[in-house]
């Protein structure tokens, strides 16, 4: 079974942009959720989606946003994007988040000049 | 929200000894999961363990949700096993992770 795959794996952008990553989740994973990871705040949960819907969200403001299509694959915005969003982004995929394991992907690390 | 704590939040061990790790919680759970980081940021899920006790090769884990308190075991460490290891708990849809225990194994 093929892991989770997020993409891309490194980004760079500038202040004001906006940018989109991608994940695809395991096979017959409904669940996909994300996650920000930074030196100062550690990690913290952004958001899940769950066939289709967003299911629970983290304390992030707007400018996050996600959505998931048919196919389970999710992808998340960020906009107008801030020197504090440098991080690593991880999306993990579950049969069902709040009961099951979470599965990672290696994570997008982006960096906002 | 919930809090958790971890500790100790650096270990530093020689091959073959033995370690625990600790997370405390505020709150009652009904999800708690660890993962362990590795040095190349790949975070891999160890255990899912709201409650009891569960073994994975050098690994065992046990969680009394009554006294809000999980505990991770890693006997004959291994160099392979530095990284960092957070564990996850979940609350009315609230996950929250620790800041994480750093362990370095050396050979």
């Known amino acids: 079974k093929a892991g989770v795959t997020q993409t891309p794996r490194y980004l760079i952008k500038t202040r004001g942009q906006q940018v989109t990553l991608s994940c695809s989740p395991i096979?017959?994973?409904?669940?996909v959720s994300w996650y920000q990871q930074t030196p100062g705040q550690g990690l913290q949960f952004l958001f899940e989606?769950?066939?289709?819907?967003?299911?629970n969200k983290g304390n992030f403001p707007g400018r996050f946003s996600g959505r998931q299509f048919s196919n389970s694959r999710s992808e998340m915005n960020v906009s107008t994007l801030e020197l504090g969003d440098s991080a690593l982004y991880l999306c993990?995929?579950?049969?069902?988040?709040?009961?099951?394991?979470?599965?990672f992907g290696s994570g997008t690390q982006l960096s906002v000049l | 929200g919930i809090q958790v704590e971890q500790s100790p939040p650096d270990l530093i061990l020689q091959e073959g000894a033995n370690s625990t790790l600790r997370c405390n919680f505020s709150?009652?759970?009904?999800?708690l999961q660890w993962f362990h980081q590795n040095p190349w940021g790949q975070l891999i899920n160890l255990f899912y363990?709201?409650?009891g006790t569960k073994q994975n090769g050098r690994l065992s884990a046990t969680t009394v949700a009554t006294e809000r308190y999980s505990l991770l075991y890693i006997s004959s460490s291994q160099t392979t096993d530095s990284g960092v290891y957070f564990c996850?708990?979940?609350?009315?849809?609230?996950?929250?992770f620790g800041a994480g225990t750093r362990l370095t194994v050396k050979p």
């Open positions: 993990a995929s579950s049969a069902d988040r709040a009961h099951e394991k979470l599965f």
């Open positions: 096979s017959g994973h409904r669940s």
């Open positions: 989606y769950f066939s289709e819907t967003q299911r």
């Open positions: 709150d009652s759970v009904n999800n």
């Open positions: 363990i709201p409650s």
């Open positions: 996850a708990v979940e609350r009315s849809n609230d996950m929250r």
